[in-house]
C-alpha cells in the first residue's frame, strides 16, 4: 500500500485570500480546482481560527462548476443528498459516496494499465505520447478522477457484459491500431 502524501495546505485569510503555503503565493478557487484534477489533496485552514474550510470550499468550487453549465451531478443526485441532510439520524450517503468512488478510481487505473499492458503497439514511437493523450482525455471525460468504474462480481472483478464489452472494445481498438500501422508504414 503506498503512502499518501500530506494534503498541499491553504490558508485563508481574514480578506479571504487564499495563499498556498507550498509556493508561497495567493490562489484562486480555479487553482485549487487545478491541483485537484491533478491529483492533490488540499486543506484549507482559516489562518485565524485553525477552522478546517476545506468542505466549505470544495462545495463552492462544485457549484460554480454545476452553474457555469459544466453539470455532473444530475438534479436526481442533488434532491437525494439534499434528503440525505433532511432525514435524523446517522446517514449512510457519505459511506456510500466514497465507496462509490474509490471504486471509480481503482476500475480506472484497472483499465489504463491494461489497455498498456495488452497492446502490441506499446513499443511503437509515438505511443506514449498517443497513451497520454488517452489519459488526459479519460481524465477530463471523468471530471479529472482519472479511471473507469466496472462492477466487481468475478475473481478478475469484472462481469461478463464487462468482459464482452472489453473484447470487442479491445478488437474495435485493436483494428484502429493495425490501420494506423498501415498509415505509418505507408508514410516511412
Given at each position: 500500500?503506498?503512502?499518501k502524501?500530506?494534503?498541499?495546505?491553504?490558508?485563508?485569510?481574514?480578506?479571504?485570500?487564499l495563499?498556498?503555503?507550498?509556493?508561497?503565493?495567493?490562489v484562486?478557487?480555479?487553482?485549487?480546482?487545478?491541483?485537484?484534477?491533478?491529483?492533490?489533496?488540499?486543506?484549507?485552514v482559516d489562518?485565524k481560527?485553525?477552522?478546517?474550510?476545506t468542505?466549505?470550499?470544495?462545495?463552492?468550487?462544485?457549484?460554480?462548476?454545476?452553474?457555469?453549465?459544466?453539470?455532473?451531478?444530475?438534479?436526481?443526485?442533488?434532491?437525494?443528498?439534499?434528503?440525505?441532510?433532511?432525514?435524523?439520524?446517522?446517514?449512510?450517503?457519505?459511506?456510500?459516496?466514497?465507496?462509490?468512488?474509490?471504486?471509480?478510481?481503482?476500475?480506472?487505473?484497472r483499465?489504463?494499465?491494461?489497455?498498456?499492458?495488452?497492446?502490441?503497439?506499446?513499443?511503437?514511437?509515438g505511443?506514449e505520447?498517443?497513451?497520454?493523450?488517452?489519459?488526459?482525455f479519460?481524465?477530463?471525460?471523468?471530471?479529472?478522477?482519472?479511471?473507469?468504474?466496472?462492477?466487481?462480481?468475478?475473481?478478475?472483478?469484472m462481469?461478463?457484459?464487462?468482459?464482452?464489452?472489453?473484447?470487442?472494445?479491445?478488437?474495435?481498438?485493436?483494428?484502429?491500431l493495425?490501420?494506423?500501422?498501415?498509415?505509418?508504414?505507408?508514410?516511412?
Amino acid at each position: 500500500m503506498s503512502e499518501k502524501s500530506p494534503p498541499l495546505l491553504i490558508k485563508r485569510y481574514a480578506s479571504r485570500r487564499l495563499y498556498n503555503t507550498e509556493t508561497s503565493d495567493y490562489v484562486t478557487l480555479e487553482d485549487i480546482s487545478g491541483f485537484i484534477r491533478d491529483g492533490r489533496e488540499v486543506q484549507i485552514v482559516d489562518l485565524k481560527t485553525g477552522d478546517d474550510l476545506t468542505r466549505q470550499y470544495l462545495l463552492q468550487i462544485i457549484a460554480e462548476h454545476e452553474s457555469r453549465g459544466e453539470s455532473v451531478l444530475p438534479v436526481d443526485v442533488l434532491n437525494d443528498l439534499v434528503r440525505s441532510y433532511m432525514t435524523p439520524g446517522a446517514s449512510v450517503v457519505p459511506q456510500f459516496l466514497q465507496a462509490s468512488f474509490e471504486m471509480l478510481r481503482d476500475g480506472q487505473s484497472r483499465m489504463m494499465e491494461n489497455m498498456t499492458a495488452m497492446n502490441p503497439m506499446a513499443k511503437m514511437p509515438g505511443f506514449e505520447a498517443m497513451r497520454a493523450q488517452q489519459e488526459a482525455f479519460f481524465k477530463a471525460m471523468t471530471g479529472g478522477m482519472g479511471k473507469s468504474w466496472s462492477a466487481p462480481t468475478s475473481e478478475d472483478g469484472m462481469t461478463e457484459a464487462d468482459e464482452k464489452e472489453t473484447s470487442e472494445d479491445l478488437d474495435e481498438i485493436k483494428k484502429q491500431l493495425a490501420d494506423l500501422q498501415n498509415k505509418l508504414s505507408k508514410l516511412s
